[in-house]
């Protein structure tokens, strides 16, 4: 019996992300209940109004991105897990990006939508073996990445994280990034007054000061040169900027201040920033 071919699906649809549901791990799916509740025999799916409607529905999309940026994120190659990172960054946008993980599961493994009609209608779907899973996600990260030119985009993310990147929860990746960004391995150890106003510096670059005198003079000179743009500051912003250097995180100066969210003082943040670049640019 020759199967017909199924007409042209959208890549809009939320249909076209159907085979990787039938892709997922045994101990991930029974995490997404939505998912969980469509059969494991596709035309049980497609030709159920009931069962389309659970497809057309914004929790199937909610939980099958979830679970596709899960088998996604480890071949990043970057610390910790997705939920160190928050929705702003680069790494897990990059996860979120569906449509081009179905496209490329589909091109690795001929994974698609005619291959799940290809299934005889009484057979269920197994579930694919994990290590195979992981092999084959392996496969199209690299692709993805290849193809779409996205190491560089990867490569400075690495070299520039930011505190932003991640959520409240604690983790050691979280505390070592705090360690590094507030300078305590450093060998110096001055801390910048200006958070993030001036020049990235690293550990290496701080090994470099090290063997320098003449580095530290001009940072001390450059701590001089903050402490008098500070003067310029409202009570408050001058405030905030002091709470950041002591390591307090956005939400705790929020609630200080009274702010809804820490969003509140990411504009202040951002608006002293661009005061300090005008300061140094009719001062320097």
Sequence with gaps: MTTQPLKRVSRESNLAHLPFVYFLPEELIVKCPTLLRLPRKVREVVYNEYMMEIVNSDQFMDEIMDAVAVLVFPHFKFRGWKEHYSADSPVWKLTYLLGLWSQLLEREIGWGLQKLFDIPSCDE???????????????????????????????????????EDF????????????????????????????????????EDYHTTIAADPR?????????????????????????????????????????????????????????IKEAYLEYERKNR
Excluded at 144 to 161: A, F, W, Y
Excluded at 169 to 198: A, N, Q
């Design 125 to 163: 779907i197994p579930f694919f073996d994990p290590e195979y899973i992981k092999t084959t996600m392996e496969s199209i990260v690299k692709m993805g990445i290849t193809e779409n030119k996205l190491q560089p985009i990867l490569d400075l993310v690495r070299k520039m994280p930011c505190d």
């Design 167 to 202: 959520e409240k929860c604690p983790s050691y990746v979280k505390t070592d990034f705090f360690r590094k960004w507030y300078h305590s391995r450093t060998k110096v150890g001055i801390m910048i007054p200006i958070d993030d106003c001036t020049k990235g510096i690293d």
């Design 215 to 271: 580095t530290i003079t001009d940072m001390i000179a450059q701590e001089e040169f903050c402490r008098e743009f500070k003067k310029l500051l409202s009570e408050r912003d001058r405030e905030i900027l002091e709470m950041r250097e002591e390591g307090y995180i956005f939400e705790e100066i929020a609630e200080k201040f009274g702010y809804k969210n820490h969003s509140g003082v990411v504009k202040r943040k951002q608006a």
